[in-house]
């Protein structure tokens, strides 16, 4: 039985997919269609249909000429694909395991300059070294770098399709494109069983020397080099368990408001705010919360973002002094030496209490890196993973902020049309001012690292 029903080429302009493609074709057995799902092209320039079908028909229904291409290729059938095609069809092929995928990369700088070229020169390929078109072209560093950003993008979708789908892919650099040993090795990973002796030479390098040769302002290199995060150390890795939607915690008013409150959130003053516009509707599975949705077209939806610090002290009176969390009271007891009151009882002095948060914060901090080995309650989690956990189900329309929660629920009403409320004052605040020193700002950055980062939290007391 064969390995694969088909193949995919996952590539970009000017890493050599063209070269590729003609190596794959001398294979017999082997048939690699172009471009297929390119929005301007059917394959291959002038081509106006393709298995009887044009490129209005494939627009429409993308899928039905990836069936065709299937049914009717005598051999193995595939096809070249770039991040800006019609992204319809990888639905079709990323989680088919009977689809291979072969990923073709290049040094983004040098596909970037060699597209700048046959820009200039409208040669995109060369067969014969007489017909060379050479220019030197100006490096637009916005513009490298947005081409950097949106092939990192693809191939980080890719990766992560092939991950959680259980797959791996054949991966090809430019400089193995040279290669028959390698083209040979791609030939095997396909299951075909005929190989090449000799590569394909119609088609010529355009561009060879060095990058700096090819430039009119060789110095934005430098520029360009410096912006780019080449190791990827800005990058902070998350290990985070992913969250559900949280639907079961919406609550929705009648006037077309809907809160998916975080959790040691200000969640008080909205669910007070929604009873006095009338009935509160709560308990929601998606498919109820759907069919609200449709009730009250119109509606907004939103949750309110509070100080990393604020929200872990929050946490940590409900779940530990109040003892809520029985079981995350004994580790903090019996694995991080906490001194805890009975559940209830107030700290003896507040140098006792800020020195039990200390340890809570710490404990957060390994939770929230997937260290603990225990499941991680919404309480303590990241607001960065809730707020992603909501967007699983649908974005929100509004993010507000605590500190400027007046004006964030006036804005609200406005657009509903309903009285805006005026919160009174926070309770948790003047518990944290109680206890608060430098100790606990460094520990909640590091414990909350995300948060502080990702929605611009500063200092909570600067």
Same mark, same amino acid.
């Given at each position: ?19 590729? !493609?003609? &190596? ?13 799902? &390119? ?9 106006? $249909? ?12 993308? =899928? ?9 290729? !005598? =051999? ?30 290049? #040094? ?22 007489? /017909?060379? *078109? ?8 916005? $513009? ?15 990766? &992560? ?45 355009? #561009? ?5 040769? *090819?430039?009119? #302002? ?5 520029? @360009? ?9 800005? /990058? ?13 915690? @919406? ?26 516009? +009338? ?54 007891? &019996? ?8 559940? +209830? ?61 007046? %004006? ?6 406005? !657009? ?16 944290? !001012? ?9 520990? @909640?950055? %590091? ?16």
């Amino acid at each position: 039985m064969p390995r694969f029903h088909s193949f995919v080429v996952f590539a970009e302009m000017r890493t050599g997919s063209n070269l590729l !493609e003609a &190596n794959l074709n001398a294979l017999p057995g082997v048939v690699s269609h172009g471009e297929v799902f &390119n929005r301007y092209i059917l394959g291959r320039k002038d081509r106006t $249909e393709l298995f009887g079908i044009t490129m209005e028909e494939r627009d429409r229904d993308p =899928g039905r000429l990836l069936r065709k291409l299937r049914e009717e290729t !005598e =051999g193995l059938p595939g096809f070249r694909f770039f991040h800006d095609h019609d992204l319809r069809i990888l639905d079709e092929v990323l989680p088919d395991p009977g689809c291979a995928k072969i990923v073709l990369t290049r #040094n983004p700088l040098e596909s970037y300059v060699s597209w700048k070229i046959a820009q200039a020169t409208d040669q995109w390929k060369l067969t014969h070294p007489k /017909r060379l *078109k050479t220019a030197k072209v100006r490096f637009d560093v916005p $513009e490298f770098l947005a081409h950097l950003r949106d092939i990192q993008a693809f191939q980080l979708l890719i990766l &992560n399709a092939l991950q959680t789908a259980g797959q791996t892919a054949f991966y090809l650099d430019y400089e193995d494109l040279g290669s028959l040993e390698v083209v040979n090795g791609l030939a095997a990973f396909l299951g075909v069983e005929a190989r090449l002796k000799s590569l394909d030479d119609t088609l010529k390098k355009q #561009n060879p020397g060095p990058i700096e040769d *090819k430039l009119e #302002n060789p110095e934005a290199l430098a520029e @360009a080099v410096a912006a780019v995060d080449v190791f990827n150390l800005g /990058r902070t890795p998350s290990f985070e368990p992913r969250r559900a939607a949280g639907v079961p915690t @919406a609550l929705a008013s009648e006037a077309g408001l809907l809160f998916l409150p975080i959790r040691s959130g200000p969640e008080t003053p909205i669910r007070d705010w929604f009873a006095s516009l +009338g009935a509160v509707t709560e308990g929601f599975e998606q498919k109820s919360l759907r069919q609200w949705k449709r009730r009250h077209p119109g509606h907004r939806s939103f949750t309110v973002l509070r100080h990393p610090l604020l929200r872990a002290h929050a946490a940590f009176r409900c779940k530990i002094v109040m003892g809520e969390a029985q079981d995350l009271r004994r580790i903090l007891i &019996n694995g991080f030496l906490a001194e805890l009151q009975p559940p +209830g009882a107030p700290f003896p002095t507040p140098e006792a209490e800020r020195a039990a948060f200390l340890i809570f914060l710490h404990y957060c901090r390994l939770a929230v890196a997937g260290q603990t080995g225990a499941r991680v309650d919404p309480s303590l989690c990241s607001q960065t993973a809730l707020v992603q956990g909501f967007a699983g189900f649908q974005p929100l329309d509004h993010l507000l902020r605590e500190d400027r929660l007046t %004006e964030g629920l006036a804005h609200l009403a406005a !657009e509903v049309g309903v009285a805006a409320p005026r919160p009174g004052p926070d309770p948790a605040v003047t518990d944290l !001012e109680s206890i608060w020193d430098e100790s606990l700002e460094t520990a @909640a950055a %590091e414990a909350y690292a995300r948060d502080y980062m990702g929605f611009g939290f500063a200092r909570w007391r600067g």
